[in-house]
């Protein structure tokens, strides 16, 4: 699959990059996790689905998007259904997005939404092709951090999550991040006391959040962070 349909740049920066990702985005990123990336000083990528937001009270709605835009962060494209792909197709999840996109461009007042993560993380050949066409990155849910050479339409990432919240092994991804000047991405869902599967603690969030202001990376939302990796390429 990474040698299909690929958009291979390569990541080797002076100093490593970490971007903070969401997924769907419950009400309990925008309560509980915005006030710790707040405290912080972080932006942060918000994967949104505009389909969940308006069906389900338990996700940000419109309002929630708009405030989250105007202080900074990414607003990102997560499909408008959460489209499932091991039940439909390329074509169809594709177009799934685009109507995501132009929800979210309306709302938004912007021209374009320029990056994705895969719903489910599930991905093939054909929906790589497809939606490399019209974003910038494709996140998956694929462990690893991206570097070297990047298939910027298969971008790594480690999962927040807090039944599988690993001190020791998130220490070791920055070192190892630190050390080959990579692009290091997490993700979650929500940041609860009670977290569901999908999501961490709020004490998990602010512990990690500390951890990568104390290492020697840069901490971007995803936007920025494929502008500072492409300017490096291009130099």
Known sequence: LQTFASKRIPVRMGRPIISITFDDVPRTAMTN??????????????????GLSRREDSFIGPE???????????????TYSHYRLNTGTAQSMAADAQKNVHELCQLLDVTSIDHFSYPFGQVNF????????????????????????????????????????DKESIKQVIRKAEHSGGWLIFYTHGVSDNPDAYSCTPEQFEWLLDQCKSSKAEILPISEAYTSIIANHND
């Open 126 to 165: 054909k929906a790589k092709r497809l939606l490399g066409n019209n974003y910038k990155t494709l996140r998956s849910s694929r462990p690893g951090i991206n570097q070297v050479s990047t298939d910027m339409y298969l971008l790594r990432a480690i999962s927040l999550y807090s039944d599988r919240f």
């Open 33 to 50: 996790g915005v006030p710790i990336l707040d405290r912080c000083g972080v932006k942060a990528t918000f994967y949104v689905a505009m």
């Open 64 to 78: 929630e998007i708009v405030e989250l835009s105007r202080c900074g962060h990414d607003i990102s494209c997560h």
